[in-house]
């Protein structure tokens, strides 16, 4: 049973890994994922962590730090991490371009919350398949993330644009790629509201909505 809390590394090329994988490892423990990081995390740039029961205590012990160079962080349905991933951002660092909190159940705005800074940076955000993700939220990653963000992904989330009153010049929104799949209560009005601030827009994905049944204009 794997819980990575005796976690020792023996082979070389560990301290050299700079993409670190856990999926699936159902006894993987808190107090685990910080002794795997703590011992072969010097270089990781890339950090996905897809189904294990991690409750995110482990974000909140000050001695706790992800790596210095981590440029992705893909946290994905860890239904048990809730609350406790509110302070992942900020202890994330100032090299975080990719971030994905991908079938999470919290919002934007509690996140926002925490770390206003390290949201400014990302290139790219991925809230996807949250049914807490609304139109409140979506504000808050236009404001905050305009400086930067290329790419947004709210699959599956409740937004419906209806209250997306953002105001940007074109030189300030750099996003370029935008997926609103199955976003079951987009209007066209919404739709509409969004894409202003699309200034650079090149990539937008509308499956399953019903503003891709109906057609907009």
């Known amino acids: 049973m794997f819980t990575g809390e005796n976690f020792s ?6 301290s050299q890994l700079e993409t670190l994988e856990l999926k699936d490892c159902e006894n993987l423990t808190d107090q685990g994922l910080f002794s795997i990081l703590k011992k072969v995390g010097q270089n990781i740039k890339v950090l996905r962590l897809h189904f294990i029961p991690i409750t995110g205590v482990v974000f909140n012990l000050q001695e706790f730090k992800f790596p210095r160079h981590l440029e992705t962080l893909d946290i994905t349905s860890c239904w048990n991490l809730r609350e406790e991933c509110l302070p992942i951002m900020s202890k994330a660092g100032p090299s975080l371009k990719i971030f994905i909190l991908k079938d999470i159940c919290t919002t934007v705005l509690e996140i926002e919350d ?6 400014a940076q990302l290139e790219s955000l991925e809230v996807s398949q949250n049914k807490y993700i609304n139109d409140i939220d979506l504000n808050i990653i236009l404001e905050k993330c305009s400086a930067n963000l290329k790419h947004l992904n709210l699959n599956g989330t409740n937004i419906s644009g209806e209250e997306c009153n953002v105001n940007l010049n074109q030189t300030q929104s ?34 399953y909505t019903k503003v891709a049944d109906k057609g907009f204009g």
């Open 9 to 14: 590394p023996t082979l070389p090329f560990t």
């Open 114 to 119: 925490v770390s206003v800074d390290l949201i």
């Open 174 to 207: 750099k996003l370029v790629s935008l997926d609103l799949t199955a976003c079951k209560f987009l209007t066209e009005k919404g739709l509409s509201n969004i894409i202003k601030v699309g200034a650079r827009l090149r990539v937008l994905d509308l499956k």
